[in-house]
T-cell receptor, first 111, second 110 residues
């Protein structure tokens, strides 16, 4: 079975542009998390989806960040009007029985 | 704010020596998980502890969950170069979402 996949693996964009990052979780996993990891830093929680419940958006750093999870499966993280400080690796993880399975991440570079 | 604290932030170890990294929470945790992230990689699940005072071993790694379920430790014996990476603990306060510590980054001197 496939693990968590993310696309694109790398994204370079210009300041002010919008970007969309995609996460395909493991089939059947009801929980999905987005994290951000800057170089050499820990995991910064962004947003949490659990089943059909309203998502926990408490970690989103600003209103430029939003995420959707369609049909309880694929998730898209959107960053509008990107800033240089948004440069980081964005990690997605899905979970079924507690432990989280991480995708390889999307490395975002904002020039 | 961060609910799970991890110390030390960095651990420089001579190959063959032992070391321990610690994870502390201000609130009781329903469980604690440990992950390892190799340089350039993504976090990979190592283990989950659920019971008070639980101890689990994976080869040279020993994981412990405190009696009060507020702290945990990871002890590595006879460190090898393959142990290089960042070790994260993650706790679930009050059965809510997982909260990650900042991680302990381990480097090994051959």
């Amino acid at each position: 079975g496939a693990g968590v996949s993310q696309s694109p693996s790398n994204k370079v964009t210009e300041k002010g542009k919008d970007v969309e990052l995609r996460c395909d979780p493991i089939s059947g996993h009801t929980a999905l998390y987005w994290y951000r990891q800057s170089l050499g830093q820990g995991l910064e929680f962004l947003i949490y989806f659990q089943g059909n419940s309203a998502p926990d958006k408490s970690g989103l750093p600003s209103d430029r960040f939003s995420a959707e999870r369609t049909g309880g499966s694929v998730s898209t993280l959107t960053i509008q009007r990107t800033q240089q400080e948004d440069s980081a690796v964005y990690l997605c993880a899905s979970s079924a029985m507690g432990s989280q399975y991480f995708g390889p991440g999307t490395r975002l570079t904002v020039l | 704010g961060q609910q799970v604290m991890q110390i030390p932030q960095y651990q420089h170890v001579q190959e063959g020596e032992d070391f321990t990294t610690y994870c502390n929470s201000s609130t009781t945790l329903s469980n604690i998980q440990w992950y390892k992230q190799r340089p350039g990689g993504h976090p990979v699940f190592l283990i989950q502890l659920v019971k008070s005072g639980e101890v689990k071993k994976q080869k040279r790694l020993t994981f412990q969950f405190g009696e009060a379920k507020k702290n945990s430790s990871l002890h590595i014996t006879a460190t090898q170069t393959t142990d290089v990476g960042t070790y994260f603990c993650a706790g679930r306060p009050n059965d809510y979402k997982l909260s990650f510590g900042a991680g302990t980054t381990v480097t090994v001197r051959a």
